[in-house]
């Protein structure tokens, strides 16, 4: 079993910035991506971001593409998505996710077999 549990979720007005953390633990050994996605109510959980952990890939939305990095640090089992000049429409729960290798495209929900409680982040106009 895998563990994930998100902090660093908040308000925030337009343009401003967050760091949300994601801390991982358990049997991590079959984990090879890590993602961030982010839902709304009423529409589907949307993928925002992803990291391999063995291999050196990154992939964006492109909704915000430019505007977000992921990032991890391999010795704590943290995996980061700083979030820069937030909009109104980044408003949404975001989810921490781990999958272990092949399967699904990145953004592709079912990929997924953990998931974290969510860490909300609010932006205001």
């Known amino acids: 079993q895998v563990q994930l549990v998100e902090s660093g979720g908040g308000s925030v007005q337009a343009g401003g910035s967050l760091r949300l953390s994601c801390a991982a633990s358990?049997?991590?050994?079959?984990?090879?991506?890590m993602a961030w996605f982010r839902q709304v109510p009423g529409k589907e959980r949307e993928g925002v971001a992803a990291?391999?952990?063995?291999?050196?890939?990154?992939y964006y939305s492109d909704s915000v593409k430019g505007r977000f990095t992921i990032s991890q640090d391999k010795g704590k089992n943290i995996v980061y998505l700083q979030m820069n000049t937030l909009k109104p429409e980044d408003t949404a729960m975001y989810y921490c996710?781990?999958?272990?290798?092949?399967?699904?495209?990145?953004?592709?929900?079912?990929?997924?077999?953990?998931w974290g409680q969510g860490t909300q982040v609010t932006v205001s106009s």
């Open positions: 996710a781990a999958a272990p290798p092949y399967g699904m495209p990145w953004a592709h929900t079912s990929r997924y077999h953990y």
């Open positions: 358990g049997s991590l050994d079959n984990i090879n991506l």
């Open positions: 990291i391999g952990t063995e291999r050196p890939v990154r």
